[in-house]
């Protein structure tokens, strides 16, 4: 390994993912092993990611990190767990454009900048730990030249975060549980990819971006020690709810998925309730939502609309196609109206052409829109501003990419350092 002063970094783009088979309850706190088995779909990086930049110099005197321009600690379990697993894989890199040689022994010796930045809030419950982790593990090991699959660099992600495995595809992912004492069959596998299911668009409604009181990682431990619902869904409920949404992902049945969705994000708030003491993740504005949504998908007599909600009272909303989207869209801005001072295209964000399509790209869009004829009895009346802080308009998405546009990493080139 040459000694003279170089930076070598690579640049990574991960997803997040929003479980519609929930993960809730470890059977191993250590290794992050899953009492159950769960299905997630990625969402468009495009509107929700993680980007991370991670380099390399020798003039680096130790591992540091800077989470959304703010540098953080890496001496806890989760990230030296990661950054171990990944160091222990490391292959020869050599860039001979920079003369670059770094040897497979090399990797122990010298220290690494990481910087990441998500570009939606964090720890609110739209699972941004979980892109944050699975960009980390990616990143490292392109940079460090892994050899290994997806699946492989999952179990090593799973060990920061669990629901991190399942970023590391695109589309439709399942982790499964495993049964192994060590966690090496506990991984993540592609059901389908993206572009299998294209007519479904997702809006987010993001009630609060506050960092939530429980933590996932606490709820967990307590559901587990105190939760008889828990046991139960993970013994007898989930096995079964698994096969049957594997089916309706690969059939494109709406109608099955809803059910199955909206049940599962139910039983996981039950499971939350059930717990001492009881968790609460959701709140009046989350409970308005699935109002809205269940008397809608009841209306029509044919689900519209799934519902789900992670830890947290962020309502994740996956309309059959475009067109319901559109109508959906109106329905929540009737109820939920932003507050009048503000600019329709920083409260829907994401592909907010849909603006356009739902006539709400006007200033006085939203004054002109009418009740949801289906829904007869009130939801609430139309003074709920400020319930819902945005609303973010996505659709299933990619997996992890590599970022060659240098503009793009969050490092600087020379120094290693934040830019």
């Not at 949504?293 to 009272?313: C, I, L, M």
Request: with cysteine; hydrophobic share 35%; net charge negative.
């Amino acid at each position: 390994m040459a000694t003279e002063k170089w930076v070598f970094m690579v640049t990574a783009q991960t997803p997040t993912n929003i479980a519609v088979i929930k993960y809730w309850g470890k059977r191993d706190e250590v290794r992050i092993l899953p009492v159950n088995d769960s299905i997630s779909v990625t969402l468009d990086p495009d509107h929700l990611c993680t980007v991370t930049t991670v380099a390399v110099s020798p003039a680096f005197d130790r591992d540091r990190m800077w989470l959304n321009g703010k540098e953080i600690s890496l001496s806890g379990s989760r990230y030296q767990n990661c950054l171990r697993e990944i160091r222990s894989r490391a292959g020869d890199v050599e860039d001979k454009e920079k003369g670059i040689k770094i040897g497979k022994k090399d990797w122990e010796k010298l220290h690494l900048h990481i910087a990441s930045h998500n570009n939606f809030p964090t720890a609110a419950g739209l699972a941004s730990s979980a892109a944050g982790f699975a960009c980390l593990v990616f990143s490292l090991a392109k940079l460090m030249n892994v050899d290994e699959d997806p699946s492989h660099l999952s179990a090593i992600a799973r060990q920061g975060s669990g629901s991190a495995c399942r970023s590391l595809f695109g589309g439709f992912v399942k982790w499964e549980m495993g049964s192994k004492d060590d966690g090496s069959d506990s991984v993540a596998v592609q059901l389908a990819d993206e572009k299998h299911w294209d007519d479904l668009v997702i809006i987010i409604a993001v009630v609060s971006s506050q960092q939530k009181e429980t933590s996932s990682t606490s709820g967990m431990r307590e559901s587990v020690e105190t939760s008889l619902l828990l046991q139960h869904r993970a013994k007898e409920v989930v096995p079964k709810r698994i096969l049957q949404m594997e089916e309706a992902i690969k059939n494109r049945d709406f109608a099955s998925f809803t059910q199955l969705t909206c049940t599962d994000s139910n039983q996981f708030h039950a499971v939350c309730l059930d717990t001492s003491p009881p968790i609460f993740y959701m709140n009046d504005t989350s409970h308005r939502i699935i109002s809205l949504v269940e008397k809608w998908n009841r209306s029509e007599g044919t689900p519209q609309v799934a519902y789900t909600f992670d830890a947290g009272p962020n309502a994740v909303l996956i309309a059959r196609n475009r067109k319901v989207a559109v109508q959906l869209l109106q329905g929540l801005l009737y109820y939920f109206p932003p507050k009048s001072d503000t600019d329709m295209k920083s409260y829907v964000v994401g592909d907010n052409s849909i603006l356009k399509e739902a006539g709400l790209d006007g200033a006085s869009g939203v004054e002109n829109l009418q009740p949801p004829p289906e829904i007869k009895d009130n939801i609430g009346s139309q003074d709920q501003k400020g319930e819902v802080s945005y609303f973010i308009c996505t659709r299933p998405g990619k997996g992890p990419i590599v970022l060659h546009d240098q503009t793009q990493a969050l490092l600087d080139p020379e120094t290693g350092l934040p830019k």
